[in-house]
């Protein structure tokens, strides 16, 4: 996931440090899990992201921010990446990049964007298409911890087949008390599925998010166009707005 935090707090900026591809998994036909090995790195918090800088024979760079998508785990981080069409970095992690390889890593950034374990209050994650990344290390972290803190993860996609970490969300719903997982179809819907395929609306939030008076923190991460109506549903549904964080993406090469 390609990401920009909005209304954060970032931290200064931070040295670049040579990671090495040690292992990747597929997610999706366009989308793959890749952990890096990152000698001394600092640790991070779930919701933040990293800078990932290629440099071509002739000198030319390009970077793009990626959200983590884990927790912290000594040197290694894991990075979810779509691939952009035409990008300039996205193509190479998935196409090329090679067990052993190295790139250039920054981070971790971000400080607003973030959960932090010791947080008590109910979450409500709100996930957009490749915006469930930085919240599934949320998730993940959660586990980690060994918290009960309360979280309802609502993740809207366009098929199926769109989906992100589908077995890992599958037994965390079963097994990980405390977190209820529900989809959104907006184009195909599988079999068994009640309801017609739609946009995430006022009933998605009301049925399956945290009433307002329970004052849950809310992460919502997506397209800006998602972000920006379910921030305003949920606000116009009485949640506070300094307890509605969100994070947009989009592709920027």
Known sequence: MTASTTGARVAAPLGWR?????????ET????????????W???????????RLTAPDGYQAARSYSLA????GDRIALTVQQVPDGEVSPYLIDTWAEGDPVEVRGPVGGWFVWRPEETAPVLLVAGGSGVVPLMAMVRARRAAGSRTPFRLIYSVRTPA????TDELRARARDDLGL???YVYTRE?????RGEPHRI???????????ADGEPLCYVCGPTGFVETVADLLVGLGHQTRRVRTERFGPTG
């Open 42 to 52: 600092p640790g991070h918090l779930p919701g933040q992201h990293v800078d990932v």
């Open 29 to 40: 036909p366009t989308a793959q899990t890749l952990v890096l090995e990152a000698p001394g």
């Open 189 to 193: 819907a599988p079999d068994g599925w």
């Open 162 to 165: 769109d989906g992100f970490y």
């Open 70 to 73: 884990g927790p912290a785990d």
């Open 18 to 26: 040579v990671a090495r591809l040690v292992h990747r998994r597929v």
């Open 201 to 211: 609306g006022l009933a998605d939030l009301t049925t399956h998010g945290w009433p």
């Open 180 to 182: 209820d997982v529900t």
